[in-house]
T-cell receptor, first 115, second 112 residues
């Protein structure tokens, strides 16, 4: 079955530590996204990538970094500069927008907490 | 500035009733409006979507109503069931851009 796999499901970060969240898709989608979800705040865009080796900052990119070396993979690193990293992180993907707006498909998220 | 405003924040409906969730947007360039359903501990899943060239779209018990002049759209869940209890998000995007703006979510509780 095609889909988006996020790992790990739960992650704990120590002070001053960088952690990396994995996102893999086998839908052959061009575009991939990272969102942060906090209670009562909906989904906020961290980074997105429309094509391999290219990505853009979203609305809350500070303290995060990404890479897009392969079409199917879009890992997110939460750096020590992100002072409030506790949240539910969602990865999504969609077909290329050049064919008209396409819906996003989401993974089941990673819940990150501070130790 | 929130691009898409969603209300209510929470909603309690009796089984068999109609659930109505509303969203409003400012950017008239938006041309794609999806609704997502999210269960606890899971990612959102696409429920139904509409483009501004139609005023209503129905899929089973779920209907989107779209009012272009008022820049509002709403989700109606007919004959609501306890299994519909979830958080619902509206969203908007524009013009082959594929960047989505999400509402803040509505937590629906359908009482048996």
């Amino acid at each position: 079955d095609g889909g988006i796999t996020q790992s790990p499901k739960y992650l704990f970060r120590k002070e001053g530590q960088n952690v990396t969240l994995s996102c893999e898709q086998n839908l052959n989608h061009d575009a991939m996204y990272w969102y942060r979800q906090d209670p009562g705040q909906g989904l906020r865009l961290i980074y997105y990538s429309q094509i391999v080796n290219d990505f853009q900052k979203g609305d809350i990119a500070e303290g995060y970094s990404v890479s897009r070396e392969k079409k199917e993979s879009f890992p997110l690193t939460v750096t020590s500069a992100q002072k409030n990293p506790t949240a539910f992180y969602l990865c999504a993907s969609s077909m290329w927008a050049g064919t008209g707006n396409q819906p996003q498909h989401f993974g089941d998220g990673t819940r990150l907490s501070i130790l | 500035q929130q691009q898409v405003k969603q209300s209510p924040q929470s909603l309690i409906v009796q089984k068999g009733g109609i659930s109505i969730i509303n969203c409003a947007y400012e950017n008239t360039a938006f041309d794609y409006f999806p609704w997502y359903q999210q269960f606890p501990g899971k990612g959102p899943a696409l429920l139904i979507a509409i483009r501004p060239d139609v005023s209503e779209k129905k899929e089973g018990r779920f209907t989107i109503s779209f009012n272009k002049s008022a820049k509002q759209f709403s989700l109606h869940i007919m004959d609501s069931q306890p299994g519909d209890s979830a958080t619902y998000f509206c969203a908007a995007s524009r013009d082959n851009f594929n960047k989505f703006y999400f509402g803040s979510g509505t937590k629906l509780n359908v009482k048996p």
